[in-house]
């Protein structure tokens, strides 16, 4: 199992910046996939960004390609979301999340399901 927390949400306005930050402990960081999810008031979670185990594959939601870009620092232990352009409808709580076992090097995974371990999330708010 794995223990990760997320840090660097906050309070800003629409066409700025935000970077998370996913700090995990418990288990050899490169051995796992990882994903960051976001959850609105009222709406199902959703997939946000993905990013193989060693970082050579990444993948987006359509509603966020272009905005944002997810990284991971394996010597550091810690995953990143790089949040540009933000809009109002990019409010939500987001969640860094580690799918283990050592998965292939190119493996993405984009459903809630498919992971093990989960943060406790850290509140991003876009104002107009």
């Known amino acids: 199992q794995v223990h990760l927390v997320e840090s660097g949400g906050g309070l800003v306005q629409a066409g700025g910046s935000l970077r998370l930050s996913c700090a995990a402990s418990?288990?050899?960081?490169?051995?796992?996939?990882m994903g960051w999810f976001r959850q609105a008031p009222g709406k199902e979670r959703e997939f946000v960004a993905a990013?193989?185990?060693?970082?050579?594959?990444?993948y987006y939601a359509d509603s966020v390609k272009g905005r944002f870009t997810i990284s991971r620092d394996n010597a550091k232990n810690t995953l990143f979301l790089q949040l540009n352009g933000l809009k109002p409808e990019d409010t939500a709580v987001y969640y860094c999340?580690?799918?283990?076992?050592?998965?292939?090097?190119?493996?993405?995974?984009?459903?809630?399901?498919?992971?093990?371990?989960w943060g406790q999330g850290t509140q991003v708010t876009v104002s107009s």
């Open positions: 418990g288990r050899t960081f490169s051995s796992a996939a």
């Open positions: 999340a580690s799918k283990g076992g050592n998965p292939r090097r190119s493996s993405l995974y984009t459903q809630p399901q498919e992971y093990d371990d």
């Open positions: 990013i193989s185990r060693l970082g050579s594959s990444t």
